[in-house]
C-alpha cells in the first residue's frame, strides 16, 4: 500500500506508538555510539476489521479468534471486537435504507482466549454486523480473527470466508464483476474516532469506468458502508478492477461477490502491484480457472505465466503470456488448468518490469452444483502466518516455493474445546507446489490454528482451503497466508550527549 515517507524522527516516534519499545541506553564509556541494527520485537497493538457477513437471513456465520505464543510478548493485555455501526444498502438497488445496527445493540458471542488457544463464536441470518478489532499486549503479536459464512441457497449461495484485515489507505481489488448474475459489493469499514473520505474507482477492459458517484464516500466513525459496485458506472462487465483511495483517515476493505449460479466469496486485495506475482493454492479438483490482471502503471504490461506443480514449473499450453495494457483490465481464461494436480500461478515480466495486480476466480464442480472462490496475489508468508477456524476434515494447506527449494515448520494449536498443539516440518522444493498434510491437535475438540513458519531456503508463499458440501454443492473458500505481522523491526540506537556540548 502507499505510504507516506516519514523523517527519521518521525519514524522513531511511530516505532514507539506502535510497539513500545523506544529506548536508550547509557553510553559507553569509550565513548562510542554507534547505532546497532534493527531487532524484531513483537508488536504491542493490532486493529482488525471484520465485513457484514451476510444480509441472508438463512446464512449462519462463524468467528474464530487466535493469537499465537510469542516470544518476547507482554505478560499482560486485552482485545475485543465491538460491532460496528452498519447503513445498510438494499441488496437489489444498492439504495441506502437508513437502518442502523448499533454497536450497543449487537456482539458477537466471541471473547478472544489466551494466545495458543482459539475462541469461537456464531451468529445467525443477516443480523451479524461488521466488526472493528483491537488486540493489545501479549494479544496483539499475529492477531487473526476468521470470518466464515454458511449461505444454503440464492445469490451467492455457499460457503464464503475472509480473515478480517487491518486498515489502510489503499486497496486493489482485481476480479470483481458488475455482469449478469453477479452482485458485488464493497465493504468499506471505519475503525477511527472521526469520519474517513474514500474513493473507489472501477476499471475495466477499457480503461477507467467513468463516474463522480465513487468520489468523496464519507464512513462515518466506528461505522461500516457496503457500497454496491454496479451503481458506481452504467453498463455491465465481466472483468474489472476496483482502487480503493483513502484521502483521509483510513479503512478495512473487502469485495464480496455474489453470484446466481456458481455462489459467491469474499475476495481480499491483491498485494501491492509488482512485476513479479505468485497466486498459491488452487485446489486440485479445480474446474474453471480464470485470471484478472491491472496495470496500475503508465507501462503496459507483458508477462510470463506459469503454474508450479508438485513436479515443477509449467507453461499452460495457450495461455503461455498475458498483455496487460497500462490502466486497463486483462483477463484470461485458464480452464481446468492444473487437471488434478496442486498448483500456484506464477506471473513473472517477459521484459521491461511493469507493476500489475492480480486475482483468480477459481471454480469447483459442474452444472448447477458449482461454487467459486478467489486467490488474490500475495506476498510471501515472512516471519510467519496463521490460519484459524481448521477442522480435522476439510482443510487444506498449500505450500508453494516458486523459486529456491524451502523448509517450512507448521504448527497445529491447541484446539477451541480441547487437544494437544503438533508441529511438523515439510521440505518444499524449489518450483513446486504442495499439499502437505498438515498436522492435526492431538485428542482434538472444536477448530484449531495454523501458523506456518519458514526455516530455511527462499521465500514460500501459501493458501488454506476450507470446504464443506451441502447438498452436492462443493462449497470452498480460501486464504492467502502473508506474514502475520506479529513483530516489528526496531532499530537499536546508543544515547549521545555530546550533541548537548557547544564548542
Known sequence: MNRTTLSLIAGATALAAVTGFASLNAPAASGD?????????????????????????????????????????????????????????????????????????????????????????????????????????????????????????????????????????????????????????????????????????????????????????????????????STLASGQQTDLTVHVTVRSGRVGAAVQALDDKIGGDWLAASTD????????????????????????????????????????????????????????????????VTRGEAGSLVLTSTGTSAPVVAALQVVRGKGSKQEMAFIPATSPVGGRATAADNSSKGTTLALSAPGQSAQVKVTASAGSEGGTAATKTYTIKGGTTQDVDAPVPAGLKGTYALTVEPVSGGPVYASRTLASAQEGVPGFTIQTLPDDRGTVAVPEADQDLSVLLKK
Not at 440464492?154 to 475472509?162: F, K, N, S, Y
Not at 502491484?273 to 490482471?293: E, Q, Y
Open 33 to 229: 555510539n554507534t547505532a546497532k541494527a534493527a531487532t524484531q520485537q513483537p508488536v504491542e497493538r493490532t486493529s482488525l476489521l471484520c465485513p457484514q457477513p451476510s444480509t441472508s437471513e438463512i446464512a449462519e456465520t462463524s468467528y474464530t479468534s487466535y493469537t499465537p505464543v510469542t516470544q518476547g510478548a507482554a505478560d499482560s493485555g486485552k482485545a475485543e471486537l465491538q460491532a460496528a455501526a452498519v447503513e445498510s444498502a438494499d441488496s437489489a438497488s444498492g439504495k441506502k435504507t437508513g437502518k442502523k445496527t448499533g454497536k450497543k445493540t449487537v456482539k458477537p458471542a466471541l471473547k478472544p482466549a489466551e494466545p495458543g488457544k482459539p475462541a469461537t463464536g456464531d451468529g445467525s441470518g443477516a443480523e451479524p454486523p461488521a466488526l472493528v478489532g483491537t488486540a493489545e499486549g501479549k494479544f496483539a503479536p499475529g492477531w487473526t480473527v476468521q470470518e466464515t459464512t454458511a449461505v444454503a441457497a440464492g445469490t451467492g449461495r455457499g460457503l464464503l470466508g475472509t480473515n478480517c484485515t487491518a486498515p489502510d489507505t489503499e486497496f486493489w481489488f482485481p476480479g470483481v464483476s458488475t455482469a449478469t448474475g453477479r452482485t458485488d459489493y464493497v465493504h468499506l469499514t471505519n475503525p477511527d474516532d472521526s469520519a474517513a473520505v474514500v474513493d473507489v474507482e472501477l476499471y475495466g477492459k477499457d480503461g477507467t469506468l467513468k463516474s463522480t458517484v465513487g468520489e468523496g464516500i464519507t464512513v462515518q466513525p466506528h461505522a461500516s458502508e457496503p457500497i454496491l459496485l
Open 273 to 336: 502491484p509488482a512485476g513479479s506475482l505468485v497466486m498459491p493454492g488452487i485446489p486440485k479438483d479445480a474446474t474453471a480457472v480464470r485470471l484478472v490482471a491491472f496495470a496500475p502503471g503508465d507501462q503496459d504490461a507483458d508477462l510470463k505465466v506459469r503454474l508450479a506443480l508438485p513436479s515443477g514449473l509449467i507453461t499452460p499450453a495457450g495461455n503461455e503470456t498475458l498483455h496487460v495494457k497500462a490502466g486497463m483490465t486483462a483477463a484470461a481464461d485458464l480452464g481446468d
